[in-house]
């Protein structure tokens, strides 16, 4: 092959790592494979100096490797124009200032990222935001060295306070007070005057009688019936009765209706008339009397039709409701520092409810009524339970007009006619109202056993009708009632 120089040569763009390339070494032209020169180049980005002369074409950038050894320093190339400045980087955000509070409390109104610490316990927390809300956040780490000793525990929190008590159980029935009374004396008290008679008294429990006052004494906190009937003797004419219960512990005032009795003319049978009666509750001993509003009689009473019946009608008390528990303890102070003072005990809950007193039975039962009646002749009824004992009474009172019905009466089946006696009156010298049929299925007489009629014969034998007759020109209002004894 001719020489050529260096420059004539055919240029390689992609040289192999076998290829071969001419290398002056101490003096002396040596040969050098691609992959050996790229081993030995020295660091960096400038590839290694060509031989001295004419500058050759800058070598292919080495990979980075150990300096190879100097080469004869060629002679020096030009320098490069200088890269223009890189842009400056954009300024980094502002730093957040950091607001520490030192205090015992809670802090509140603090911007987020604040930092607070707590002097009770030695905790610092940071005011941190999230999507449930703003927080206290602790920053200490858990993960501490050895824990110290436990703190003094805690004193215990005071105990709740009992649970209030129940309530009472509703009221059951109790029958252990009773008084019945049939006077023996005849003696009309004068107007104004209380009945003081002797007689024959049974009784039971707490309730009692002074015949030398004619007093009732009443035990405390307990509910009574009181009724009182009398009639006068029909030895006298033109004469009349009045009479009502008083409230002797209270001042003697009126607690009752007023019951009268009325005899027009001596050869008039005794009337029973209806009772004088109320319902008394008692909050401590109480006496109650028998008074006479107005008396005009000149003659005396008909004990055969006369009594006073006292019976208690309020029940058992319900047990009452167990106490509440009592709250629980307080819990122990933290370990660390000096426990604080456990919190007080949650207040016990309420006591059950007392249980339910026992239904009432066998309760006396008062039952009252009314009919509004039209000028002429009528027919009034009320009905009542079969199968039961009643003392009953019919009452009207206007001017120039009275009637008045009384009666005691068991009834059995519908059927059949009820057993008891009944008794009744008007006022023939006014006539403003006549009492013209009273009840027919009544039967019975006294000390004696009937067993006729075998029947009756409407099947209404607890249906009890009057005939009444209205003279006074006007409606007028006539009242009736009954107690079921039994």
């Known amino acids: 092959m001719a020489d050529q120089k260096i420059s004539q040569l055919n240029e390689v763009t992609s ?8 290398i002056v070494n101490g003096g002396e032209t040596k040969k050098i494979t ?24 800058s070598g292919l950038n080495g990979t980075n490797g150990s300096s190879g050894s100097n080469g004869t320093n060629g002679s020096s190339g030009t320098s490069g124009s200088n890269g223009s400045s890189g842009s400056n980087g954009s300024s980094g955000s502002s730093g957040v200032s950091t607001l520490i509070i030192s205090s ?53 929190g005071t105990s709740g306070s009992n649970g209030t008590s129940g309530t009472s159980g509703t009221s059951g029935y109790v029958d252990n007070d009773w008084l019945y009374f049939r006077p023996s004396t005849t003696t009309v008290p004068t107007t104004g005057n209380k009945f003081i008679l002797s007689g024959t008294t049974t009784s039971n429990g ?31 004419s033109n004469a009349e009765l009045n009479y009502c219960w008083i409230n002797v512990t209270s001042g003697n005032n009126t607690i009752s209706n007023t019951g009268g009795v009325l005899v027009n003319y001596s050869v008039s049978p005794a009337a029973w008339q209806p ?23 000149t003659g005396g009473l008909q004990t055969a039709m006369c009594y006073v019946d006292i ?21 122990s102070g933290s370990s660390g520092l000096t426990g604080s003072s456990g919190t007080s005990g949650v207040t016990g809950s309420s006591g059950t409810s007392g249980s339910s007193g026992t239904s009432p039975a066998n309760v006396t039962l008062k039952t009252t009524g ?48 009820a057993v008891g006696s009944q008794y009744g009156w008007y006022y023939t010298t006014g006539n403003a109202l006549v009492l013209t ?26 249906v009890f009708k009057f005939g009444i007759t209205n003279n006074s020109g006007t409606s007028q209002t006539i009242n009736y009632g009954y107690i079921k004894l039994s």
């Open 34 to 57: 691609v992959a050996n020169l790229a081993v030995a180049g020295s660091s960096g980005t400038s590839g290694s100096n060509g031989s001295s002369g004419t500058s050759g074409t």
């Open 370 to 417: 009314s009919w509004t009646l039209p000028t002429g002749t009528t027919t009034q009824s009320f009905t009542v339970e079969s199968g039961a004992s009643y003392t009953m009474w019919v009452n009207g009172n206007i001017p120039n007009g009275i009637i008045t019905w009384n009666a005691t009466v068991t009834t059995a089946n519908t059927n059949v006619p």
């Open 104 to 156: 015992d409390t809670q802090p509140t109104g603090k911007p987020t990222g604040s930092l607070w610490f707590n002097t009770n316990d030695g905790t610092t927390y940071i005011y941190y935001q999230d999507i449930n809300g703003t927080n206290w956040v602790p920053t200490n780490p858990t993960l501490a060295g050895s824990s110290g000793s436990s703190g003094t525990s805690g004193v215990n």
């Open 311 to 331: 019976k208690q009608i309020n029940g058992w008390s319900g047990s009452s409701g167990t106490s509440g528990s009592n709250g629980s303890s307080g819990t």
């Open 437 to 462: 049929a009273m009840p027919d299925q009544i039967v019975g007489t006294s000390g004696s056993i009937v067993n006729t009629p075998t029947s009756y014969a409407p099947n209404t034998s607890n």
């Open 15 to 22: 040289p192999n790592s076998s290829d071969v390339l001419p």
């Open 206 to 236: 707490s309730v009692s009688y002074n015949s030398s006052t004619g007093i009732f004494t009443l035990d405390a906190n307990k509910t009574y019936n009181l009724n009182a009937s009398f009639a006068l003797a029909n030895s006298v």
């Open 275 to 297: 009772v004088a009666d109320t319902i008394i509750t008692t909050t401590g001993i109480t006496q109650v009397a028998i008074s006479c509003p107005f008396s005009n009689s």
